[in-house]
């Protein structure tokens, strides 16, 4: 499967955004999906994951209540809407495709993930 991200920006500190992640090639109802970061000097982590059918979603404790992961497999395109953003919260922005999990679940570890995006730069200005 093939991953393109999208919707990144430059945003002030309190503002929102919305990534989109677009996916092409095998099934993509069959995958969980799941958002990482990265910052400048820093290892990627884990933002959120949601399950094949979008009724099981995790977070980070760092986004939980500012962050929402969502899907529309008919689209074959997973979101993440980003409100009351900080300047911490700037990075890079990845989407990943996990088909290891089992269809109730998703992972956290971007160990689990098979397919990735190649980024989207998010900029948080205090």
């Known amino acids: 499967v093939q991953l393109q991200a999208s919707g990144g920006g430059l945003v002030q500190a309190g503002g929102s955004l919305r990534l989109s992640c677009a996916a092409s090639?095998?099934?993509?109802?069959?995958?969980?999906m799941g958002w990482f970061r990265q910052a400048p000097g820093k290892e990627r982590e884990f933002v959120a994951a949601?399950?094949?059918?979008?009724?099981?979603?995790g977070y980070a404790d760092s986004v939980k209540g500012r962050f929402t992961i969502s899907r529309d497999n008919a689209k074959n395109t997973v979101y993440l809407q980003m409100n009351s953003l900080k300047p911490e919260d700037t990075a890079v922005y990845c989407c990943?495709?996990?088909?290891?999990?089992?269809?109730?679940?998703?992972?956290?570890?971007?160990?689990?993930?098979?397919?990735w995006g190649q980024g989207t730069q998010v900029t948080v200005s205090s």
């Open positions: 090639g095998r099934t993509f109802s069959s995958y969980a």
């Open positions: 949601i399950n094949w059918s979008g009724g099981s979603t």
């Open positions: 990943a495709a996990d088909g290891r999990s089992s269809i109730w679940s998703y992972s956290r570890n971007l160990l689990d993930y098979d397919y």
